[in-house]
Structure formats: C-alpha cells, structure tokens
C-alpha cells in the first residue's frame, strides 16, 4: 500500500468554470496515492504549474512508507538505530506528535503494523486480518517509541518493529507548501486539489468565492456547499476507502486500541481552515474522537470549523449559531 493513503477524496469543486475567465491552465496527474489536480486562473506560466506538480514527488520521496529511498522508509526499517532526515521530515513528524499527545494516544502515527494487515484496495474478496497478526501488531503502536535529535536532524524508534506512517497530515503539509511556492511565483487565483483536500489561493479572477461541494456519504452527490476564499477545505470520511463482509462495513480509519475500523456515530468531519495540513489532522482527529469529543476540541481552536455528518445524516456546523 503506498504510502499517502487517502483520508478520504470526499470534495468536489463547483462552480468554477460558470461566470469564470476560462483563460487558465490546469494540471492533473496520479501522484501521493490520489489524483493530484493544480489549477492556475489567473497565470499562463506552465513552468510554475509543473514546478508545483513536481513538488508532490518531491515530498513523495520524504514521506513515503514504501519508497526505500524516503526518510519515513529508512526509519522504519533502521532497526532502532539513529537516521538522519530532511528538517521538513522532522517537521511533520513533530507536528503529527501533536495530535498524538493531544488525543492520548487515540490518533497514533506508529499505527502503519496495523495498516499492513488490511486491504482497502477495492479487493473482489477482501478478508479480515489474522487475530494473531492483529494482537502482535497493536503491541508495537505507541509513539512514545519516538524520539529525535532537533540538532542532529535524527529520528529513532526504540522499538525495533514499530513503524511510522504520515498519511492523516502529509498530504495537508504538501498542499500547504505548494500554496507558499504559487504565491511566491505571484499566483493570486489557484485551486489546489490532492485528492479530495482543496485548498483555495484568493478567490476566483471574478471576485466571487470559489464554491466546494461536500459529498453524501455512500451516494454519488453533493450534501452542502461551501464558499472559500483563500482557505483549506479537508474531509474525512468513512466511505471512500471501505468493504463489507455480512453486512458490516469495514473502513480504513483504524482504532489504535483494537486494531479495528472506528466506531461511533459519524460518518464524515469537513474540517475549514487556513492550513491545509491543520485540516487534513484534525479532520481525521475529529472523525477518531465521535462528535462530543471532536466539538470539545475544536471549542478551544480559533479559525477553525467544522461540518459533521452523522450516520443519520444529520449535520452539525460549528458556523451556525
């Protein structure tokens, strides 16, 4: 499984083309496990968009679990020796740590033994992890086995068989710096869409909002709109990545303590911000935590909001009074 795994493509982008300046360039590409789409409104310089195509590879070879050449690969299998990473590396994994202590444990970045185990692959026939595999697995989640070096650039896992996995933060990081690498190249009107986290530049060349679509969970449609300006749209959701065997559904976001898929009342958290890597955390944080915990959260946040679905697909949005 690659690395990047999606935490969900739950957004569409709408209304972009109506009553627009059709004069822009857009690239799409497969690229971080996703579909990868950059569109610049308000610049015809394909060198600065295929500049920042080329940034999610650069990443890519960072933060990946499966390419051996990544930071994140060599640490997780140095076998409990020091590994020298690039500063951004270290960044992230310092920021995913935040969310670690935040929730006790709950969202858990040394969850990847357990990952391994299930196949949301889209599988003719998928199958439930080995119980024995499972327990053994669960032994080696727990980041307190991290440790870094700030001066030395290093990062350690004291237990030898734990591994790391960025996937709930890094495709947020990179949507973020490739936001810093358009508006440094003068780019004022841009959508950038990895795989379902949008993140806005400005506003359309018209003046108006760009307009984000939320999708239904489990159907092929839009349950609300969002209007954003220069702000970051992530969603997480239980659907996009999922099998059923005798009637129970089996999603990719994973409860550290049984190894299995999380249970409780939601079905998708949309979470709006101006980071892009702050959305992609706590939209999966949120979705782990069930709703009571997740608005207890968010009550301490300033510009942060939220769209909940819940399996009675009732929505809760922290911008209604």
Same mark, same amino acid.
């Given at each position: 499984m690659s690395m990047l795994v999606t935490?969900?493509?739950c957004l569409s982008l709408l209304g972009c083309?109506?009553?627009?300046?059709?004069?822009y360039i857009k690239s799409t590409v497969v690229a971080l496990?996703?579909?990868?789409t950059i569109t610049l409104y308000d610049t015809k310089d394909q060198a600065v968009l295929d500049r920042a195509v080329s940034l999610c590879t650069d990443y890519e070879k960072l933060f990946s679990r499966t390419l051996p050449e990544s930071d994140v690969y060599r640490i997780n299998h140095s076998d409990g020796k020091p590994v020298k990473v690039d500063p951004q590396t270290l960044l992230l994994i310092k920021e995913a740590l935040t969310y670690c202590d935040m929730t006790e444990g709950a969202v858990d970045i040394t969850i990847a033994p357990v990952k391994e185990l299930w196949d949301f692959s889209g599988s003719e026939n998928p199958l439930l992890p080995d119980e024995a595999f499972l327990t053994n697995a669960l032994s080696h989640v727990d980041y307190h086995c991290i440790t870094y070096?700030? =001066?030395? %650039?290093? &990062? /350690?896992?004291?237990?030898?068989?734990?591994?790391?996995d960025l996937g709930f933060i890094?495709?947020?990081? !990179?949507?973020d710096r490739i936001k810093d690498y358009l508006i440094s190249a003068g780019v004022k009107s841009a959508i950038i869409d990895l795989g379902g986290n949008v993140?806005?530049?400005?506003?359309?060349?018209?003046?108006t909002a760009f307009s984000i679509g939320i999708q239904t969970p489990f159907e092929d449609s839009v349950i609300t709109v969002l209007s954003t300006r220069d702000s970051s749209v992530v969603t997480a959701g239980v659907?996009?990545?999922?099998?059923?065997?005798?009637?129970?559904?089996?999603?990719?976001?994973?409860?550290?303590?049984?190894?299995?898929?999380?249970?409780? =009342?939601? %079905?998708? &958290? /949309?979470?709006?911000?101006?980071?892009?890597?702050?959305?992609?955390?706590?939209?999966?944080?949120?979705? !782990?935590?069930?709703?009571?915990?997740?608005k207890n959260l968010l009550?301490?946040?300033?510009?942060i909001d939220a769209i909940m679905i819940t399996k009675d697909y009732e929505i809760y949005d922290t911008r209604t009074p």
């Open positions: 935490t969900a493509v083309r109506a009553g627009m300046n059709t004069d496990d996703t579909v990868v070096d700030e =001066e030395a %650039l290093t &990062v /350690t896992l004291t237990d030898q068989d734990a591994q790391i890094a495709k947020g990081y !990179i949507a993140l806005a530049i400005g506003e359309k060349p018209d003046g659907y996009e990545r999922c099998f059923t065997i005798d009637g129970v559904l089996y999603h990719h976001i994973l409860d550290t303590k049984t190894g299995y898929p999380v249970s409780n =009342e939601l %079905l998708s &958290v /949309t979470i709006l911000s101006d980071s892009s890597m702050e959305g992609d955390a706590l939209s999966t944080t949120c979705l !782990i935590l069930g709703s009571e915990k997740a009550e301490g946040m300033d510009g």
